[in-house]
């Protein structure tokens, strides 16, 4: 019932930034939070940064923190990830996720029901 469209993925060098978007369509009521997850060759996938659309809570990854910025924008369904002084490590495909549990675990994959295709970003040294 919901749709998610991500946009914004790239090639960036090491220390510029990049911002991706998730547009969201369908049953958008029912959503209680958005979030971006990444995974790159060889390993596990990673809980990047979430938020709650009511409220706007945000957790974040401890190997972004400070560098990534998560934001809302509920008039337009739309979550953004602001990526600032990325690093090759962050090289990976990232995906768009969204959860309509009234409870969760901060960034625990399980928890999102809805997920986007995905968008590559590339960090070169």
């Known amino acids: 019932q919901v749709q998610l469209v991500e946009s914004g993925g790239g090639s960036v060098q090491a220390g510029g930034s990049l911002k991706l978007s998730c547009a969201a369509s369908?049953?958008?009521?029912?959503?209680?939070?958005m979030g971006w997850f990444r995974q790159a060759p060889g390993k596990e996938r990673e809980g990047v940064a979430c938020?709650?659309?009511?409220?706007?809570?945000?957790y974040y990854a401890d190997s972004v923190k400070g560098r990534f910025t998560i934001s809302q924008d509920n008039a337009k369904n739309t979550v953004y990830l602001q990526m600032n002084s990325l690093k090759p490590e962050d090289t990976a495909m990232y995906y768009c996720?969204?959860?309509?549990?009234?409870?969760?675990?901060?960034?625990?994959?399980?928890?999102?029901?809805?997920w986007g295709q995905g968008t590559q970003v590339t960090v070169s040294s």
């Open positions: 996720a969204a959860g309509d549990s009234r409870y969760s675990i901060p960034l625990r994959g399980t928890a999102y029901k809805y």
């Open positions: 369908g049953s958008t009521y029912s959503l209680h939070y």
């Open positions: 938020i709650y659309s009511t409220g706007g809570a945000t």
